[in-house]
């Protein structure tokens, strides 16, 4: 039961992590951005390319994986996104144009290093440290403090930084954003950039403790969307719950019943929420200002 708990923790940081850098970005664009889950894959692969094929030191590697993921985020607005907005393109349009690009860069990482799994470790699977009689590996105990404090530092820089009061003046509404001197248009970039880079560090930690594959990153988008959806869109402490109580009912469903149900459990979850309480955990609801 300890390990169960252990597992639920480790799990239920990271998907704290994914949703919080999903939210992000949707709520600035309004739109579910499905490329973002190569965001995730992404910095993997590209970690293991400048520490493996590059012989770069692995913090090297990491941190020009972060960089470089937040770079292809923001060309993918100024490139794909913002032409767009600018025709006029939907919020349903936008997404379907972003699972178009996923799959382009899904491709192009299978076509470069192949369908098997990878690995960007460089030391050898061991057990790990002893807690309560449950094991936990150096690397999750790295991931669970390094997730929570971006979680804090998220939440700390959209409220106190200029940059997060220009995110959240143009989440709110754009329009009225331009009026008053406040480019939409940058401020969207900003996100996109902060959004990859947080996504991109939970890919590199999921990396580390499960390996990767090219498909890893969609799964993890999905976890951070109904995390998002369950705790209630526009709540921090919302998606605290939902990512907990997604983490959890995910491993319980995996001890108890089988693994294979994990995935199952995580959307019967999000259907029962989108039934008894579309609003999520907070009930708070969203406003449009009209002018």
């Known amino acids: 039961m300890y390990q169960l708990c252990v597992n639920i923790v480790f799990y239920w940081t990271l998907i704290l ?6 939210y992000l ?28 094929q590059f012989n770069l030191p692995t913090v090297l590697a990491i941190l020009g994986a972060i960089v470089s993921i937040a770079g292809i985020g923001i060309l993918s607005e100024i490139l794909f996104y913002k032409p767009l907005r600018k025709r006029g393109a939907s919020s349903m349009a936008l997404m379907i144009a972003s699972l178009g690009l996923y799959v382009i860069l899904q491709n192009a990482i299978s076509i470069v290093w192949g369908n098997s799994t990878k ?17 936990i590996t150096s690397v999750q105990i790295i991931s669970i403090i390094v997730c929570i404090l971006l979680f804090i530092l998220g939440i700390v820089i959209m409220k106190y ?13 754009s329009e009225l954003s331009n009026i008053v001197g406040i480019s939409s248009d940058r401020v969207i970039l900003w996100a996109f950039g902060i959004g990859s880079a947080l996504a991109a560090v939970a890919g590199i930690l999921i990396a580390f403790d499960t390996d990767m594959r090219p ?10 969307v109904v995390a998002m959806i369950i705790g209630g869109v526009g709540s921090n402490w919302g998606l605290v719950g939902g990512a907990l109580l997604l983490a959890a009912a995910q491993h319980m469903a995996g001890y108890y019943i089988g693994s294979q149900w994990m995935d199952a459990v995580a959307y019967i979850i999000l259907i029962l929420f989108l039934i008894a309480k579309p609003l999520g955990f907070s009930g708070k609801r969203l406003k449009k200002i009209e002018i």
């Not at 992590?17 to 999903?22: D, I, M, N, Q, W």
């Not at 890893?216 to 976890?223: E, I, P, R, T, V």
């Open 215 to 224: 498909t890893m990153g969609f799964s993890w988008l999905l976890y951070g």
């Open 161 to 173: 930084s200029s940059i997060g009061r220009n995110i959240r003046a143009v989440a709110s509404n």
């Open 119 to 135: 690995s960007i470790r460089t030391w050898d699977i061991t057990v790990g440290h002893t807690f309560f009689g449950a094991h």
């Open 25 to 52: 970005l949707y709520d600035t664009t309004k739109f579910f951005n499905l490329a973002f889950a190569f965001c995730i894959t992404g910095s993997g692969y590209l970690t293991h390319l400048f520490s493996r």
């Open 17 to 22: 992590l994914v949703s919080k850098s999903f």
